[in-house]
T-cell receptor, first 110, second 114 residues
Framework: GQSLEQPSEVTAVEGAIVQINCTYQTSGFYGLSWYQQHDGGAPTFLSYNALDGLEETGRFSSFLSRSDSYGYLLLQELQMKDSASYFCALGETGGFKTIFGAGTRLFVKA | DTGVSQDPRHKITKRGQNVTFRCDPISEHNRLYWYRQTLGQGPEFLTYFQNEAQLEKSRLLSDRFSAERPKGSFSTLEIQRTEQGDSAMYLC????????????FGPGTRLTVT
């Protein structure tokens, strides 16, 4: 089956850089997405990698390596408002299902 | 457009009752997803619609769950004979073919089964 693994928690200091890793097992997928979810809120889309390499969107970057079954989300210049849960997700080929990881809770300290 | 909306936002029901939730996607989005999320977990895929056609349903979903999207616009998710294990946040998301993989989520319906 398909599965994604992420660290359950990460703590970092305001202004720092943090990397959230995601490893996956799948028989085939279109690409890897990242979503942010604040407590009590809905997930919001951050980034998508269809191909290997780095995608940059402002302070957020995402990376994918299909050969290593691995991706990461990089958050730069951390702000207190970045404290949230971050989910990696992949869209299966041969179907329409999106599988989400269990999420990484990021705590940003002053 | 104000985004994806869901109704009700909260529902408390007794075990054994039926409940129905509604999702209104972004108007030009033809793709619609239902997910279930419990505390500390990621959204769990339930079902997918493309226009009015239900093209995929999770094998984990019991027969007590059914979803419709009769005119390819809003969708409903019904849970029959609710159980305490059904307590969760039910999320709806929509996307367009032009939007790539980006899904827009609604605020969710929090279901509590007592």
């Amino acid at each position: 089956g398909q599965s994604l693994e992420q660290p359950s928690e990460v703590t970092a200091v305001e202004g720092a850089i943090v990397q959230i890793n995601c490893t996956y097992q799948t028989s085939g997928f279109y690409g890897l997405s990242w979503y942010q979810q604040h407590d009590g809120g809905a997930p919001t889309f951050l980034s998508y990698n269809a191909l290997d390499g780095l995608e940059e969107t402002g302070r957020f970057s995402s990376f994918l390596s299909r050969s290593d079954s691995y991706g990461y989300l990089l958050l730069q210049e951390l702000q207190m408002k970045d404290s949230a849960s971050y989910f990696c997700a992949l869209g299966e080929t041969g179907g329409f299902k999106t599988i989400f990881g269990a999420g990484t809770r990021l705590f940003v300290k002053a | 457009d104000t985004g994806v909306s869901q109704d009700p936002r909260h529902k408390i029901t007794k075990r054994g009752q039926n409940v129905t939730f509604r999702c209104d996607p972004i108007s030009e989005h033809n793709r619609l997803y239902w997910y279930r999320q419990t505390l500390g977990q990621g959204p769990e895929f339930l079902t997918y619609f493309q226009n009015e056609a239900q093209l995929e349903k999770s094998r984990l979903l019991s027969d007590r769950f059914s979803a419709e999207r009769p005119k390819g616009s809003f969708s409903t998710l019904e849970i029959q004979r609710t159980e305490q294990g059904d307590s969760a946040m039910y999320l709806c998301a929509s996307s367009s073919p032009q939007g790539g993989n980006e899904q827009y989520f609604g605020p969710g319906t929090r279901l509590t089964v007592t």
